[in-house]
């Protein structure tokens, strides 16, 4: 069936530092990939997407990429903000227009 | 572009009550779709409507549950005989749906209706 995995968090870091939180999906035919951020209290948010292999997605400093080889969508950032601290989420959508398969959630805590 | 409306924000009930949440997508999308999500979880699908008809519902959607979405517009969703077990965040997404358009399918989110059962 159609999955996301997610790294276990909670993720802690400093003010700065580069952040990786790990995603990889099980899917049939061609998935879309998201990554989604929750802020405490607040809805899902779009951050970033890729629709095809070897589509970069990026947006307010994050960025991932779709690989199709090794069935992964890395988020990445080269250096965190306190604001960036919040529960991230990938996803897939397998049928356009049809539902979402999310991940469990990375929460990510950044200290000044 | 108001974004997606849910009413209310929180809910609190106690077991057996039925309750009824509202979602009121952004104004041109012609999707709208339902998820749960659980404490330390991601959203889990429930359902989703083009414009007024259903077109997939989840296993999860047990027969106390029953959304409908009369007019293409907004949508509700209704608990009846509530449960212990049904207490998490409800949330609302909409979409601009294209079979042509992958662009087309990013589904935004309302803030959610967090039920808690007594």
């Known amino acids: 069936g159609n999955s996301v995995t997610q790294m276990e968090g909670p993720v802690t870091l400093s003010e700065e530092a580069f952040l990786t939180i790990n995603c990889t999906y099980t899917a049939t035919g061609y998935p879309s990939l998201f990554w989604y951020v929750q802020y405490p209290g607040e809805g899902l948010q779009l951050l970033l997407k890729?629709?095809?292999?070897?589509d970069k997605g990026s947006n307010k400093g994050f960025e991932a990429t779709y690989r199709k080889e090794t069935t992964s969508f890395h988020l990445e950032k080269g250096s965190v903000q306190v604001s960036d601290s919040a529960v991230y989420f990938c996803a897939l959508l397998v049928n356009q227009g049809g539902k979402l398969i999310f991940g469990q959630g990375t929460e990510l805590s950044v200290k000044p | 572009d108001t974004g997606v409306s849910q009413d209310p924000r929180h809910k609190i009930t106690k077991r057996g009550q039925n309750v009824t949440f509202r979602c009121d997508p952004i104004?041109?999308?012609?999707?709208l779709y339902w998820y749960r999500q659980t404490l330390g979880q991601g959203p889990e699908f429930l359902t989703y409507f083009q414009n007024e008809a259903q077109l997939e519902k989840s296993r999860l959607l047990s027969d106390r549950f029953s959304a409908e979405r009369p007019k293409g517009s907004f949508s509700t969703l209704e608990i009846q005989r509530t449960e212990q077990g049904d207490s998490a965040m409800y949330l609302c997404?909409?979409?601009?749906?294209?079979?042509?358009?992958?662009?087309?399918?990013?589904?935004?989110f309302g803030a959610g209706t967090r039920l808690s059962v007594l």
């Open positions: 997404a909409s979409s601009l749906g294209s079979t042509s358009g992958r662009a087309k399918n990013i589904q935004y």
């Open positions: 104004s041109e999308h012609n999707r």
């Open positions: 890729a629709t095809k292999a070897d």
